[in-house]
């Protein structure tokens, strides 16, 4: 990526807080619960995932700076989900967790150098260096996909009404 296409994805990544929230504005409270399939997530899973994901995409972009070619942790999402009872957690408590996530990590982002973006660390579910250019990618674009995924449920749960 050249400097310009990280400060977009900076900038993409800075808004996903705003996004998510903007989409989960359309949705009525009643659809949170729907899933589609019973292997899939409900708006209010998708929601305490997101707050799980960007408490650790934080801690492994700061990994990433300061501590290239270390090992970071990866996570069964599934897993998670069903064992830490995401329905029962408050979803308003991890829409909080996301904002501030998102919020210390964007401003923090916005000071790193272009060198920055070149360190690499191991991780679990990649056979190459995961460095930080694919982190940006996949954070930058991780809530814009999710909320693809509740537009999907909420069309779903309207077809079923």
Same mark, same amino acid.
């Given at each position: ?63 990433? %700076? =300061? ?7 990866? #996570?069964?999402?599934?897993? /998670? ?5 995401? !329905? ?31 360190? %690499? =660390? ?7 260096? #995961?460095?930080?250019?694919? /982190? ?5 674009? !991780? ?19």
């Amino acid at each position: 990526m050249t400097p310009e296409e990280h400060l977009e994805k900076i900038e993409l990544y800075g808004r996903g807080f705003d996004l998510l929230t903007a989409a989960l504005a359309e949705i009525p409270k009643e659809a949170w619960q729907f899933k589609p399939e019973l292997t899939e997530w409900s708006v209010h899973e998708i929601i305490i995932h997101i707050a799980d994901s960007e408490a650790n995409a934080a801690l492994r972009a700061r990994m990433l %700076a =300061v501590e290239p070619g270390g090992t970071i942790m990866g #996570y069964n999402q599934d897993i /998670w989900a069903n064992e830490l009872n995401y !329905h029962g957690q408050n979803p308003e408590d991890a829409l909080q967790v996301i904002k501030y996530a998102r919020l210390t990590t964007y401003n923090w982002l916005k000071t790193l150098s272009e060198e920055t973006f070149t360190h %690499a =660390v191991k991780h679990p579910e990649y056979d190459e260096p #995961y460095t930080f250019e694919m /982190w940006l990618e996949i954070y930058s674009g !991780h809530i814009p996909g999710h909320i693809e995924q509740i537009k999907n449920n909420i069309k779903f749960w309207r077809e079923q009404k």
